[in-house]
């Protein structure tokens, strides 16, 4: 629930000033495939790091909240979730990687 109420505090308008890219630079970019190309892997590397960080910060939390249950068997459980909902997120991003490089590898990419 701590990171729920991280996520939900984060200003998304300020974060888009904070990107290395201009989000006008988009329209720019969308004229040549191996400009699109390249945008799609920017945002690929973006996108897994931003997951990588959340998983990290996820295990972290399952971890704090498994250490600070005390034996109580509703908050292990509750930890046990978290935990499983943290890998499960990872594998999903493993897997949607491996579908990328199998794609780009069938259509020459």
Known sequence: MLLMHLLSSVDLASL???ISFPLSSLLVMADDPLKINALAT?????VLTVGGTIFLISVAVAGIMRMVAFGNERRVALSN?????AVVGLIIMLLSTT???FLRGVFGG
């Not at 920017?42 to 973006?46: L, P, Q, S």
């Not at 979730?81 to 909902?85: D, G, K, P, S």
């Open 42 to 46: 920017k945002v690929k590397g973006i």
């Open 99 to 101: 579908l990328d490089t």
């Open 81 to 85: 979730m978290a935990l499983t909902a």
């Open 16 to 18: 888009s000033h904070s």
